[in-house]
């Protein structure tokens, strides 16, 4: 059984003084129930302590948005796998699409990261997806499975245990289109046979592939009782306390 994975990505939202208030919420709301699913708070790196500190005591874990795949050196504006940890960070979203879209993230930086951050003892959250330009053109298969093997390329199979995949259409992101939880679930059930296929069912029954996408608290349950998505990640409803903890019950 694979343990469901909610996690909010707080994109470039809330101050420290804000996004301590809501993780405190956050935490308040979902301190009795729930143990079966492992919840993450992803805010911006500037609110990192101020959430940490707010989730003292909690079993919420904290993460980051993304990271240089270098420890140390010359790299104006960037943050180390090293210096993430730091800040008490066990989860690293990569390859988000807006990365991808708005910074150029390549597949092959994506896999740099990968494994930069599962060297320094992350779990990363690797982002895949396709635009609706890809999907109407029939590339869905292509463009997620492409996305999958370039980012795995050269992580070995315990490595692979570590981390979790989140497939998020980038349709659905923001734009409070979701995709039905059948449209969800088939590219999931993609993903999960093209594990199976390169490295058999051990890692393919145990990674977790969240969906994301306009996940809210209506729609949530749907999705995460689909046979092969496990859990979510959430952006816009992960900003208010009350939908975010909705959806976590809703994996509960
Ligand atoms: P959304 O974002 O829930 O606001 O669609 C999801 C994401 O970008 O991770």
């Given at each position: 059984?694979?343990?469901?994975?909610?996690?909010?990505?707080?994109?470039?939202y809330?101050?420290?003084?804000?996004a301590?208030?809501l993780?405190?919420?956050?935490?308040?709301l979902?301190?009795?129930?729930?143990?079966t699913?492992?919840?993450?708070?992803?805010?911006?790196?500037?609110?990192?302590?101020?959430?940490?500190?707010?989730?003292?005591?909690?079993?919420?874990?904290?993460?980051?948005?993304?990271?240089?795949?270098?420890?140390e050196?010359?790299?104006?504006?960037?943050?180390?796998?090293?210096?993430?940890?730091?800040?008490?960070?066990?989860?690293?979203?990569?390859g988000?699409?807006?990365r991808?879209?708005?910074?150029?993230?390549?597949?092959?930086?994506?896999?740099?990261?990968?494994?930069?951050?599962?060297?320094?003892?992350?779990?990363?959250?690797?982002?895949?997806?396709?635009t609706?330009?890809?999907?109407?053109?029939?590339?869905i298969?292509?463009?997620?499975?492409?996305?999958?093997?370039?980012?795995?390329q050269?992580?070995?199979e315990?490595?692979?245990?570590?981390?979790?995949?989140?497939?998020?259409?980038?349709?659905?992101?923001?734009?409070g289109?979701?995709?039905?939880?059948?449209?969800?679930e088939?590219?999931?059930?993609?993903?999960?046979?093209?594990?199976?296929?390169h490295?058999?069912?051990?890692?393919?029954?145990?990674?977790?592939?969240?969906?994301?996408?306009?996940?809210?608290?209506?729609?949530?349950?749907?999705?995460?009782?689909?046979?092969?998505?496990?859990?979510?990640?959430?952006?816009?409803?992960?900003?208010?306390?009350?939908?975010?903890?909705?959806?976590?019950r809703?994996?509960?």
């Amino acid at each position: 059984m694979r343990r469901p994975l909610v996690a909010g990505n707080w994109k470039m939202y809330k101050s420290a003084a804000e996004a301590g208030t809501l993780a405190r919420a956050i935490a308040s709301l979902l301190s009795r129930d729930c143990e079966t699913v492992e919840v993450v708070l992803c805010p911006p790196f500037t609110s990192l302590q101020a959430v940490r500190e707010a989730l003292a005591g909690s079993p919420i874990a904290l993460g980051a948005q993304n990271m240089h795949w270098e420890s140390e050196g010359a790299f104006t504006g960037e943050i180390s796998p090293q210096m993430i940890l730091t800040t008490g960070c066990s989860y690293i979203i990569l390859g988000h699409s807006e990365r991808r879209q708005y910074f150029a993230e390549t597949d092959e930086q994506v896999n740099r990261k990968l494994k930069a951050a599962l060297r320094a003892g992350l779990s990363p959250i690797v982002c895949v997806g396709e635009t609706l330009e890809q999907r109407e053109a029939g590339q869905i298969e292509t463009v997620v499975l492409g996305q999958v093997r370039a980012a795995l390329q050269g992580v070995s199979e315990p490595e692979l245990l570590k981390m979790a995949l989140a497939y998020e259409p980038v349709w659905a992101i923001g734009t409070g289109r979701t995709a039905t939880p059948a449209q969800a679930e088939e590219v999931h059930g993609l993903i999960r046979s093209s594990l199976r296929q390169h490295y058999g069912e051990g890692v393919a029954g145990a990674l977790r592939i969240q969906y994301g996408g306009s996940v809210k608290p209506e729609n949530a349950a749907e999705l995460f009782t689909q046979q092969n998505i496990d859990g979510g990640l959430i952006g816009g409803a992960a900003l208010k306390a009350d939908s975010f903890a909705a959806i976590v019950r809703a994996a509960c």
